[in-house]
């Protein structure tokens, strides 16, 4: 499960272990069972310490930002968001395929996209994306210059899916290429219906302490079967994918896609220095 903390484990561990138990991966005693299914949070972390440990990895990653058309478009502070209707979305880094990639992402989202959010960046703000959000009747706005509080839903995906799945290794052949779609796929079903998370509910000031209240942690897709917005029929259509997936065949794949991108980064590196940040792939 990629190591999450005890309270996101503890949300997940039962559908976990019926799933691997249904699929044929795990057998379990019911005395066991009824002791995984017991366990707390705070259990969970101290007996995992020293595993995470071993996952310890420190990096950061930038986006320069772009000034086109940044006039017409409206800004939107962290302030602004209201994550009770799903449809709108924040965007990151994608380069010169960015409104490829938009349209091709509406014909997945389980839901309506409204709007979309997005940094500064030249890849964002330019006159095609503008165009295309005009005429499609989305709203579309942006971050302050250097707030990236503003952005902050995906910019902290930076890290927890892109950089811990694929490391910081420079992506740049076709081969490459079409192995990261591979593993987006995969990864998109790992983590949208298996990864609980967690979002901030209140914040209470006392003196100069603020102290943060947060939801039950909760997987996307349990977000959108739990939402009013989102229309029955995708749903059905949703909860009929859940129960199909294999998540052990579905982290299996994970790991083999993540390995062969490694082989290819050794492959390149050979007559040469290798810029490597390991990763444990398990």
């Known amino acids: 499960m990629d190591f999450p903390c005890g309270k996101r484990l503890e949300a997940v561990i039962e559908e976990v272990i019926d799933n691997l138990v249904r699929n044929g991966h795990l057998t379990l005693a019911e005395e066991t069972k009824k002791k995984l299914l017991s366990i707390s949070a705070s259990t969970i972390d101290r007996l995992l310490t020293s595993e995470r440990k071993k996952m310890e990895l420190k990096g950061r990653s930038h986006t320069k930002p772009g000034t086109l058309l940044k006039k017409h478009i409206r800004i939107k502070t962290h302030y602004d968001w209201d994550d009770t209707r799903p449809g709108f979305v924040e965007i990151d880094l994608a380069q010169i395929w960015t409104l490829k990639a938009i349209i091709q992402l509406r014909k997945t989202l389980p839901f309506t996209l409204l709007g979309i959010h997005s940094d500064n960046g030249s890849e964002f703000i330019n006159r095609h994306l503008y165009r295309y959000c005009e005429d499609e009747g989305l709203l579309f706005t942006r971050t302050r210059s250097y707030n990236k509080n503003d952005n902050c839903h995906v910019e902290q995906k930076n890290w927890s899916v892109v950089r811990r799945a694929v490391g910081y290794y420079r992506y740049d052949t076709e081969e490459e290429f079409q192995v990261l779609k591979e593993l987006y796929a995969s990864l998109n079903l790992y983590n949208n219906h298996f990864q609980p998370?967690?979002?901030?509910?209140?914040?209470?000031?006392?003196?100069?302490?603020?102290?943060?209240?947060?939801?039950?942690?909760?997987?996307?897709?349990?977000?959108?079967?739990?939402?009013?917005?989102?229309?029955?029929?995708?749903?059905?259509?949703?909860?009929?994918?859940?129960?199909?997936?294999?998540?052990?065949?579905?982290?299996?794949?994970i790991t083999h896609l993540q390995e062969q991108l490694l082989n290819i980064q050794i492959d390149k590196s050979k007559g040469g220095i290798l810029n490597y940040v390991p990763l444990n792939f398990k």
Do not use: C
């Not at 079967?225 to 989102?230: D, E, I, N």
């Open 197 to 253: 998370n967690q979002k901030i509910i209140a914040k209470i000031r006392n003196g100069n302490k603020i102290s943060k209240k947060y939801d039950r942690p909760t997987t996307p897709y349990e977000r959108i079967m739990q939402s009013p917005w989102v229309d029955q029929g995708k749903k059905d259509r949703l909860r009929r994918q859940h129960e199909a997936l294999d998540i052990y065949k579905l982290r299996s794949i």
